[in-house]
């Protein structure tokens, strides 16, 4: 039987060394002035004060509630407010005062919404493509149910890369993700690769869940065919809202191993580490992918 977070000890791998240079606090001082949310922040990344340092952040628009209860996030859960019409706007303000080349723009689940909220996904790119034209935008989407529509809204706004996270293997969806669908996450990768076969498309795994190494090569090959051109894979770690505990912790010689098989099967890029997230030096990862095109 495996041992949980609470008897296990977290490796010396796992710890992060904070840099608050001025660049971190430019960040968080003006990301509070604007009211609008990072998911650096809002799950707890480790990795917030490195990328805030260089000036890159992954920003969350639709709020900062989601409407699924996924046991691995630490993004609080419940009903969220009516959409902020004016956040495309300001989030695309702020990429321009920051001068940043690349943005990752993701979002909570919007059950609630009829479109899941792609429309807003599409007006802040537009938005960010209007004032700062020379910016890359990568979006980290949820799986709007499966909707064709949805997912054509944001393609049609032209991002550079399309992320979708698969997060776990089959066998877990009920345990870790319960209102999601393995196939419906494959299928999504699919669909977007047939609205536009130029688009880049990009998912990510978390490791440790009490997934077996099999499970974990299966879920890669599931994305390979499904045409992933990028793929992270990362440890997870248990937030503290979050009662599921770890079940092992991968060795950085474990991720190095995955990152091969993973180049070994197709994929033209792979980040894999035990501090991977999907959004960590997303545009290093597009710039070696666009240097290989």
């Not at 059950?111 to 429309?119: E, I, P, R, V």
């Not at 909707?147 to 089959?170: F, K, R, W, Y």
């Amino acid at each position: 039987m495996t041992k949980t977070d609470s008897k296990l000890k977290k490796p010396i791998w796992l710890k992060v060394k904070a840099t608050f240079d001025e660049n971190y606090r430019r960040m968080k001082k003006l990301l509070s002035q604007s009211d609008l949310h990072t998911v650096c922040q809002e799950a707890s990344c480790p990795n917030i004060s490195e990328c805030f340092s260089q000036k890159t952040a992954t920003f969350m628009i639709l709020g900062r509630i989601c409407t699924r209860s996924c046991r691995f996030c630490d993004v609080e859960k419940g009903m969220p407010k009516k959409p902020d019409s004016d956040e495309p706007a300001r989030l695309a303000e702020l990429v321009a005062e920051l001068g940043l080349e690349y943005v990752v723009i993701t979002s909570v689940t919007r059950d609630d919404l009829k479109d899941g909220g792609a429309s807003l996904f599409a007006r802040t790119i537009n938005k960010i493509k209007q004032i700062s034209p020379q910016t890359k935008v990568e979006v980290l989407i949820p799986d709007f149910k499966g909707s064709l529509e949805a997912l054509g809204t944001v393609i049609g706004s032209g991002p550079q890369v399309l992320n979708h996270n698969l997060e776990t293997v089959d066998r877990l969806y009920p345990r870790v993700r319960p209102e999601a669908l393995y196939h419906r996450s494959l299928e999504l990768l699919r669909n977007a690769k047939r609205i536009d076969r130029n688009l880049f498309t990009k998912s990510g795994l978390m490791i440790g869940l009490g997934e077996a190494r099999e499970e974990i090569i299966e879920s890669m090959k599931d994305l390979n065919k499904a045409g992933c051109d990028l793929l992270t894979i990362g440890q997870y770690i248990r937030p503290p809202s979050s009662s599921y505990q770890v079940r092992k912790y991968y060795h950085p010689e474990e991720f190095q191993e995955l990152k091969r098989l993973g180049e070994d099967l197709g994929f033209q890029n792979v980040e894999a580490a035990p501090l991977v997230r999907s959004s960590y030096r997303a545009r290093a990862q597009l710039e070696r992918l666009s240097r290989n095109n």
